[in-house]
């Protein structure tokens, strides 16, 4: 009904509706980040095409060598081309992917837990702890990232024996990929996550816990670590385009993942030389680093803006 | 019935950058089971910190408990091991908070938030630890339980939240309450109702209740037995009705002296007490409510009354009688 202001009140429907839930809200306002939303579909589609590609094209073909059709030209038989050494590109780019997307989530696990856990540790029981992790964290930021990376990547590359998973052999050097990005990556995490801590142990429902007599344990994980879950699940999601893309410097400078298990960042090893001549050894990989990274930092910006509590908006 | 807390000499210091706060000096008290008792003065008189301090609540560092033992049961409270006193609060002692807009987590439920509380100090599983957490609800009158379980404080009023920290707090049916101020930050009407709840839940439950606050008129309708603290000194110690009727100390006139009443005229104003609180960074010499007192005498200045019993059941730090106006 109208009022003479012209003024509609509120249906009944629309008052008798109930609150909405966190992860409607959260929905909400993620659904209105456009750029966030063509990210997610976008990395959707990455997800479906290193995944279900496998369906169809076997790692035996991937990694298949024919030197007599190498450097060939994208065409019906091989519609990314072939690499140096005769390849299908399509069929690399499809394995490679699975890597570079295992990689990524995997390294951003490892650098969750050693960060999350410093971080929490460092602020939580503040003093003596918190000087020493933050300066052992200060210590690792000092060291310069690529070289350390490269150094960690020449030294435990080839030590790391085959691992049987899914059906796959991955080469040793996935997992020593994966460590090292990780262990080189985590400080920024613990700075957000000490930071966090620091004030949330000041709130007084840290104190009604304490004097409820739950753990210092339990304060952490069940009290501290869900509220300071938003800065964590963005820093997380960025670290997983970042840990692509390390991957991609160390493979490209061929101290990373070895041949002949492909990803999308050794695929482009070889094909600086090929830069005119044959640019489909490089585009293809690297339009598919590019949209991953591009997905994942749209994705991340949107997480931001959805999950800040301070944001008002519905 | 036995005395279930005694507190002796409980003194409690702050280092801060600009020197020692004197935060608690030398208070000591003791609680028979089931009785009532409340804790007055004004803001930053040590109210608070000396009850957090017996749980060891308050941080140290900058705080320290400097002196002092407090005996709940045989057990020295500040001697414990944290383990055994993570048992204890909670357990044996539970404790409401000023604030209940944020003494709950607001990313848990409510009640996960109890049932957490249960499970941490009881064997019992996750359906009876639900089932309680539906009783307690239901005790402390918030109405259709089921469906609050699964709600998020947001979603609750200030005096919806304040009832889910005192269910909380009488989760494990505790020997002793301590409420610090559980309703300055509730409205009157809210107010009222906490204090009928736990005159409820003392005549039901029948534990100890410590009730920290400056506002007389819910002492007047709580307490059995009234401690007035000032200056991180206890000052007083009286039966409820005593302490309105004939109050001894200089102070506690003063304060009741401020109160508005209904039985006086209303163009009466309202007497402040002059002067303001000592620094509790300095020693004190003398009586710390001499420059404030209108009774004050040379002996005053020089040195501070201890606390003695006077009749059976009252005690007094003073040397003057308010009520002949004479040294006693």
């Not at chain 1, 990314?80 to 690399?92: E, N, S, V, W």
């Not at chain 2, 036995?2 to 950058?17: C, I, K, M, N, Y």
């Amino acid at each position: 009904m109208d009022t003479a202001a012209g003024l509609t009140l509120p249906r009944l429907e629309e008052l008798e509706a109930p609150p909405l839930s966190l992860a409607q809200l959260f929905w909400r306002r993620f659904r209105r980040h456009r750029m966030a939303l063509a990210g997610a579909v976008t990395l959707a589609l990455l997800t479906l095409y290193s995944l279900g590609g496998s369906l169809f094209l076997t790692e035996a073909f991937a990694n298949f060598t024919q030197t007599a059709l190498r450097l060939q030209a994208p065409s019906a038989s091989h519609p990314f081309g072939t690499d140096t050494i005769g390849r299908d590109i399509l069929a690399r780019t499809i394995y490679g992917g699975q890597i570079s997307l295992l990689i990524g989530l995997a390294a951003m696990l490892v650098e969750l837990v050693i960060g999350v856990g410093v971080g929490a540790l460092a602020g939580y029981y503040g003093k003596v702890i918190d000087s020493l992790l933050m300066r052992i964290t200060e210590a690792w930021l000092n060291i310069p990232a690529l070289f350390l990376l490269l150094i960690m990547a020449k030294s435990f590359g080839g030590r790391i024996p085959d691992v049987q998973l899914l059906g796959r052999s991955f080469s040793g050097s996935v997992v020593a990929i994966i460590l090292i990005i990780g262990l080189t990556s985590w400080m920024y995490l613990a700075r957000i996550v000490r930071a966090e801590f620091l004030s949330l142990k000041e709130q007084d429902f840290v104190l009604a816990a304490r004097a409820t007599g739950t753990s210092d344990l339990s304060i952490i994980l069940q009290h501290i670590l869900p509220n300071s879950v938003a800065p964590i699940v963005v820093a997380a999601t960025l670290s997983v385009g970042n840990a692509i893309l390390t991957e991609s410097y160390i493979s490209f400078l061929g101290l990373g993942v070895q041949p002949p298990t492909a990803t999308w960042g050794n695929m482009l090893e070889g094909a600086h030389g090929y830069i005119e001549q044959a640019p489909w050894l490089w585009i293809f990989p690297g339009t598919l680093i590019l949209l991953t990274v591009l997905s994942i930092n749209f994705i991340g910006d949107g997480l931001r803006d959805a999950l800040d509590p301070r944001s008002r908006a519905i | 019935m036995g005395t279930l807390l005694e507190v002796q000499d409980l003194r409690v210091r702050f280092h801060t950058t600009e020197g020692v706060v004197h935060a608690v000096n030398g208070i000591s008290y003791s609680m028979q089971e089931g009785e009532t008792v409340a804790l007055v003065g004004e803001s930053g008189c040590g109210k608070s910190v000396s009850m957090m301090s017996i749980l060891r609540l308050i941080p140290c560092p900058p705080g320290e408990v400097a002196e002092g033992r407090a005996l709940f049961g045989q057990r020295d409270l500040l001697q414990l091991e944290e383990a055994e006193l993570e048992r204890i609060r909670g357990g044996q002692i539970g404790m409401v908070f000023q604030d209940p807009m944020t003494s709950l987590n607001p990313v848990l439920t409510i009640g996960r938030q109890i049932t957490e509380t249960l499970r941490a100090h009881t064997s019992s599983d996750g359906a009876s630890a639900r089932t309680r957490t539906l009783e307690l609800l239901d005790m402390v009158g918030l109405p259709a339980a089921e469906e609050r379980l699964q709600d998020y404080p947001h979603q609750f009023s200030g005096g919806m939240r304040q009832r889910a920290m005192i269910a909380m707090a009488l989760a494990c049916s505790p020997k002793l309450l301590i409420a610090d101020e559980p309703t300055t930050a509730l409205d009157v009407t809210i107010q009222a109702q906490i204090v009928e709840l736990a005159l409820q839940l003392r005549e039901r439950l029948g534990m100890a209740i410590i009730w920290i606050t400056h506002d007389l008129g819910v002492v007047a309708g709580l307490a059995d037995r009234v401690l007035v603290m000032y200056a991180g000194y206890l000052v007083e110690e009286a039966p409820v009705l005593e302490l309105f009727s004939r109050p001894w100390h200089p102070y506690t006139l003063s304060l009741l002296a401020a109160l508005p009443r209904v039985d006086r005229p209303r163009s009466s104003r309202l007497k402040p007490i002059p002067g303001a609180p000592p620094n509790l960074l300095a020693e004190a010499h003398g009586c710390p409510f001499a420059p404030r007192c209108g009774f004050v005498m040379n002996r005053c200045r020089a040195e501070n009354p201890p606390l003695v019993e006077i009749e059976a059941g009252r005690k007094l730090a003073c040397w003057a009688n308010v009520e002949t106006g004479q040294p006693r």
